[in-house]
């Protein structure tokens, strides 16, 4: 059996503008306007597909896996937005990367409060 995520839905209150912010951090491109999505989608295939909502926004986390060139021009981003940003994801340790499993990490959060985070290494694959 061959299983693989396609899509998500993200909740947003300006779906447009959060689904730039992904896009403008990770360097990535807003794909066209589906119904009342707005996708971008990630180099594996998969998309996120930002919906408006007029409601409270539950916060989610959404991981991306990035090389360690990735990591250095989309941590520049995070310093030059001015992002608090943290090394872990209860968001004790502000202003701080990790270094688990011998990669790096960070956590910040999107215009809806969505805990985002950048590694380099997959969580168990090193020391």
């Known amino acids: 059996m061959t299983v693989q995520l396609n899509h998500t839905i993200v909740a947003a209150h300006d779906r447009k503008a959060s689904a730039q912010f992904l896009a403008d951090m990770l360097g990535l491109e807003v794909s066209p306007e589906f119904g009342p999505f707005i996708p971008v989608e990630i180099p594996n295939g998969v998309t996120l597909d930002y919906m408006e909502t007029s409601g409270e926004i539950k916060p989610q986390h959404y991981a ?15 310093q030059d937005a001015g992002l608090t940003y943290w090394a872990d994801p209860y968001h004790h340790r502000t202003g701080e990367i990790n270094h688990n ?5 960070t956590y910040f959060d ?10 380099t290494r997959p969580y168990g694959s090193g020391s």
Request: glycine share 14%; charged share 30%.
């Open 110 to 119: 999107d215009p809806n409060g969505h805990n985002l985070e950048i590694l």
């Open 64 to 78: 991306f896996l990035v090389s360690e060139d990735d990591f250095d021009v989309i941590f520049a981003r995070i």
């Open 101 to 105: 499993d011998g990669g790096r990490g």
